[in-house]
């Protein structure tokens, strides 16, 4: 059933941090600044709440929630190592929204 005025976003992205103990988080979004804005905050995920600052280190190219979620899945069962190279591989898919090169500046990576 879908409520009028209630669509939700079809496009998902997945990203990692770089916490201040320099460990890194995997989450999936559909709106990624208002989800590193929670993050900043303390706000959006247990684990990020006590390693702030955090740092976006990468993200995905844009897609549905099922292949963001599949990404993530296989993104956490890497080894630190493969992470980032795994979720460039699938950044390079795409071009690059001029959202997300607009994000990349604001964000300073």
């Known amino acids: 059933m879908n409520i009028k ?25 559909n709106n990624i600044e208002k989800r590193l804005a929670a993050h900043g905050k303390g706000t959006a995920a247990k684990y990020t709440r006590s390693r702030r600052p955090v740092k976006l280190q990468a993200t995905s190219a844009t897609m549905n929630r099922s292949d963001a979620m599949r990404l ?22 795409n071009k690059k929204s001029k959202r997300e090169q607009i994000l990349k500046s604001r964000i300073g990576t």
């Open 72 to 93: 993530e899945i296989k993104i956490k069962k890497l080894l630190r190592a493969k992470k980032i190279a795994e979720l460039e591989k699938h950044a390079g898919r």
């Open 5 to 29: 005025g209630k669509q939700k976003s079809k496009v998902w992205v997945v990203y990692i941090l770089r916490c201040s103990d320099d460990s890194l988080y995997t989450g999936m979004t």
